[in-house]
């Protein structure tokens, strides 16, 4: 199985050049540190920052340079700050090419929740209902199962949702799936993992053609 940054790396393979991508707080955050040769993209914090890097090294953290998860950043040549209003216009104006995005629940056409778990304190709703709202290509990182080992790809979500049929790709600790009208496309296997572990673990109708071949994430 893949941890946090397994899943990241495998995520990151999926960025094209030129790209404008949004990460969501957690295991998206850790993409801006494995972006592939030979490519630039930028990305965008709904907080403001336009031009993210790389986590910084332990000594060279400025408070004042933060994503939305309230993190320390490092900015690229040419980043840019600006205000919530003007981010979110770029969000809603769908000048975002990929967002990547955590859930704590996905269904097999497409829905997410990600944002608030019943009777549980919360911040508030953030801005994945915007961003789920107005991208065109979104990928979920997530654990395959919760912490009771229930799986999280489900028929139907039963936590609030954060958007309606709007997710294209998941990249989980044991797998890469697609969205489809059919359910979910087993597109790659976690080393090490089986197909028949992958199926004891989801929930949601699992679609399986032909050989299912290993993730490479080097």
């Given at each position: ?62 408070a004042d340079i933060i994503n939305a998860g309230k993190q320390t950043i490092t900015t690229l040549k040419g980043a840019s700050f600006f205000d919530s209003v003007t981010s ?131």
């Amino acid at each position: 199985m893949l941890d946090k940054t397994g899943i990241a790396k495998r995520i990151a393979k999926e960025l094209k050049d030129g790209y404008f991508v949004n990460l969501g707080i957690g295991i998206p955050t850790l993409v801006a540190n494995y972006i592939p040769t030979g490519i630039e993209v930028e990305f965008q914090s709904e907080n403001g920052v336009l031009g993210m890097g790389p986590f910084p090294f332990e000594g060279d953290e400025d408070a004042d340079i933060i994503n939305a998860g309230k993190q320390t950043i490092t900015t690229l040549k040419g980043a840019s700050f600006f205000d919530s209003v003007t981010s979110f216009a770029m969000i809603r104006g769908q000048h975002v090419d990929l967002t990547i995005l955590g859930a704590m629940e996905v269904s097999e056409n497409g829905d997410i929740a990600n944002w608030k778990i019943p009777g549980k304190m919360v911040k508030g709703m953030g801005g994945a209902m915007d961003l789920v709202a107005s991208a065109e290509n979104i990928i979920v990182a997530m654990m395959h199962t919760n912490k009771r080992g229930e799986s999280k790809l489900l028929k139907n979500c039963s936590l609030p949702l954060t958007g309606v049929g709007c997710v294209k790709k998941i990249v989980t600790n044991l797998a890469v799936l697609e969205v489809t009208n059919k359910g979910f496309k087993l597109l790659e296997r976690a080393p090490g993992v089986s197909v028949e572990d992958i199926q004891k673990a989801t929930e949601g109708t699992l679609l399986i053609e032909g050989d299912i071949p290993e993730m490479i994430l080097n």
